[in-house]
């Protein structure tokens, strides 16, 4: 059964640096989308991306978030310039349409020191 | 701005018991309503979508229902087995994103 796939599963990294998250969403999929969860907390939007474009995006995705789909098959957000409070687990999904089932990834936890 | 709850916040109950989560949202406007199991560290498993026009899904011991004018969805588990032991989360579906609940916590105990 196809599913999204997530890399790395973790990944520590310290204040000001950049990080890079990846996603390869299922393949016939045209609709991905990034969540995250901070410990203990809800599932947020992040942002969501459709044609190469960003559809919508959440408060939380400021300037120092952004998404790119650099090829065929990865879909990847990176963030710039990390906080402390971006320690969360990051959630890739993806649809075939704008209406049905979402798939998400396993995720990726980040821990900003 | 849509709101999501779900009652209750966690649940322990003993292996055979059928049971019922709840999830209320503010806002009837949505597309659909996705329930999914969420285990410790792990991510998100689909377990039932349900679109605004339907009033339930059915999957093995899984029913889920809608009711979207009062805001209100069910998923109903039932003879519940320890592996059932998970977190729930209801997220509904405006245009494009989810708008996820803050989940009940299942323990199911033999």
């Known amino acids: 059964e196809p599913e999204v796939t997530q890399t790395p599963s973790h990944q520590v990294t310290q204040m000001g640096q950049e990080v890079i998250l990846r996603c390869v969403p299922i393949s016939n999929h045209l609709y991905f989308y990034w969540y995250r969860q901070i410990l203990g907390q809800k599932v947020e939007f992040l942002v969501s991306f459709y044609n190469n474009e960003i559809s919508e995006k959440s408060e939380i995705f400021d300037d120092q978030f952004s998404v790119e789909r650099p090829d065929g098959s990865n879909f990847t957000l990176k963030i710039r310039s990390t906080k402390l409070e971006d320690s969360a687990m990051y959630f890739c999904?993806?649809?075939?349409?704008?209406?049905?089932?979402?798939?998400f990834g396993p995720g990726t936890r980040l821990l900003v020191l | 701005k849509q709101e999501v709850t779900q009652i209750p916040a966690a649940l322990s109950v003993p292996e055979g018991e059928n049971l019922v989560l709840n999830c209320s949202f503010t806002d009837s406007a949505i597309y659909n309503l996705q329930w999914f199991r969420q285990d410790p560290g792990k991510g998100l498993t689909s377990l039932l979508l349900?679109?605004?026009?339907?009033r339930e899904q059915t999957s093995g011991r899984l029913n889920a229902s809608l009711d979207k004018s009062s805001g209100r969805s069910t998923l109903y588990i039932a003879a519940s087995q320890p592996g059932d032991s998970a977190t729930y989360l209801c997220?509904?579906?405006?245009?494009?994103?989810?708008?996820f609940g803050t989940g009940t916590r299942l323990q199911v105990f033999p």
């Open positions: 997220a509904v579906r405006p245009p494009d994103k989810l708008i």
């Open positions: 999904a993806s649809g075939g349409t704008d209406q049905e089932t979402q798939y």
């Open positions: 349900i679109q605004s026009s339907q």
